[in-house]
Nanobody, 114 residues
């Protein structure tokens, strides 16, 4: 059974850091992505990474602060988030596609607040 499971979310003060993890079970995905959905807003793509980890993409608002990576031996993708801002508050989801079928994790909540 193919599953994605995120972890690592929590409450952090502005300027702080968190590291999110996404463990894939049942299948090794090619391109993988991190999305987020803030309260009252649509889900947006945050970052993506190629199967080998060499190609990465970030949206402008997180470039220079977030780093996406993966460990294919552990079948795990990561999102290192530094210099967090209140506007980064959201539920973060990992995503993968297999054979045209989209797979999503259940999400992990990140709250940036004093």
């Amino acid at each position: 059974q193919v599953q994605l499971a995120e972890s690592g979310g929590g409450l952090v003060q502005p300027g702080g850091s968190l590291r999110l993890s996404c463990v894939a079970s049942g299948f090794t995905f090619g391109i993988m992505k991190w999305y987020r959905q803030a309260p009252g807003k649509e889900r947006e793509l945050v970052a993506s990474i190629s199967s080998g980890g060499g190609d990465k993409m970030y949206i402008g608002s997180v470039a220079g602060r977030f780093t996406i990576s993966r460990d294919n031996v552990k079948n795990t993708m990561y999102l290192q988030m530094n210099s967090l801002k209140p506007e980064d508050t959201a539920v973060y989801y990992c995503y993968g596609n297999r054979g045209g079928v989209d797979y999503w994790g259940k999400g992990t909540l990140v709250t940036v607040s004093l």
